[in-house]
C-alpha cells in the first residue's frame, strides 16, 4: 500500500502560470520535506515542516512555496514556474527521532 | 557546507558483487543511507548506517563505514538485473532523517 502519495505523477505547466503539488501521507509522521531532483542530479531540499513549523532552506527560490494544511497533506506551489523549474519533485516523510524517511513516486514537471 | 561524492558509473556482469563508493566531508554527520531510485520513480531507502558504527549487513547488502576517512561504501552481493537503477549516498546531521544531504547518484548497470 502506498504511504507517501504524489498527484499527479506528471505536471506540465505553462510559464508564469501558478502550479501546485500535493503530497499525502498515511504514516502519521509529523515531519514533511519537499526535495527538487533535476535531470542527473543529486535531490536538493526545498523546505520542511516540522509538525506546524515551516523551514525553508537558506537557497530555495522565493518562487517556491509550501502548505500544510493538516498532518496528512503538504502542498508545494510553485508560483511563476520558469523554464529552470522543470524537475522531479519529491515528497518524504519522517518522524522525529526515527532514522528513516520515506518518499513518494515524485512528480515529474514539464514548464512549456 | 556539506559536500557528498560519488562516482557517476559502475557495470557489473550477473552474479557478481558491486561495490558503490561514497565520500563525504562533514565529521558531524550522524547517519548516513543508502537509496534506490529506478527510472522515474521515487527514492526507496536500502539501508542506514549509523555514525558509531563501521559496518552493517543486510541480506545480500553490506555497508561498511571509515569514519576517519569519510569513507562510505555499499557492497550488493549477487548482483542482479533487477538491481540496475541509480544509487545515492546521502547523509544527515539532523534527527529528522529526511533532513539529509545526498551524492549525485552512482549509476549501476547490470549485464547479463
Known amino acids: 500500500d502506498a504511504m507517501v502519495i504524489q498527484n499527479p505523477r506528471y505536471q506540465v505547466t505553462q510559464f508564469g502560470k501558478p502550479v501546485t503539488l500535493s503530497c499525502s501521507q498515511t504514516?502519521?509522521?509529523?515531519?514533511m520535506y519537499w526535495y527538487q531532483q533535476k535531470s542527473s542530479q543529486a535531490p536538493k531540499l526545498l523546505f520542511h515542516?516540522?509538525?506546524?513549523?515551516?523551514?525553508n532552506e537558506a537557497d530555495t527560490p522565493d518562487n517556491f512555496q509550501s502548505r500544510r494544511p493538516n498532518t496528512s497533506f503538504c502542498f508545494l506551489d510553485i508560483r511563476s514556474p520558469g523554464l529552470g523549474d522543470a524537475a522531479m519533485y519529491l515528497c518524504?516523510?519522517?518522524?522525529?527521532?526515527?532514522?528513516?524517511?520515506?518518499f513518494g513516486q515524485g512528480t515529474r514537471l514539464t514548464v512549456v | 557546507g556539506e559536500d557528498v561524492e560519488q562516482s557517476l558509473f559502475l557495470s557489473v556482469r550477473e552474479g557478481d558483487s558491486s561495490v558503490i563508493n561514497c565520500t563525504y566531508t562533514?565529521?558531524?554527520?550522524?547517519?548516513l543511507y543508502w537509496y534506490k531510485q529506478e527510472p522515474g520513480a521515487g527514492l526507496q531507502l536500502l539501508t542506514y548506517?549509523?555514525?558509531?558504527?563501521d559496518m552493517k549487513q543486510d541480506q545480500r547488502l553490506t555497508v561498511l563505514l571509515n569514519k576517519k576517512d569519510k569513507h562510505l561504501s555499499l557492497r550488493i552481493a549477487d548482483t542482479q538485473t533487477g538491481d540496475s537503477a541509480i544509487y545515492f549516498c546521502?547523509?544527515?546531521?539532523?534527527?529528522?532523517?529526511?533532513?539529509?544531504?545526498f551524492g549525485d547518484g552512482t549509476t549501476l548497470t547490470v549485464k547479463p
Open positions: 518524504a516523510t519522517s518522524s522525529t527521532g526515527r532514522t528513516e524517511a520515506f
Open positions: 546521502a547523509e544527515s546531521i539532523d534527527t529528522n532523517a529526511g533532513k539529509s544531504t
Open positions: 562533514d565529521s558531524s554527520s550522524t547517519y
Open positions: 504514516l502519521n509522521h509529523n515531519v
Open positions: 515542516y516540522y509538525d506546524k513549523d515551516f523551514n
Open positions: 548506517i549509523f555514525s558509531n558504527m
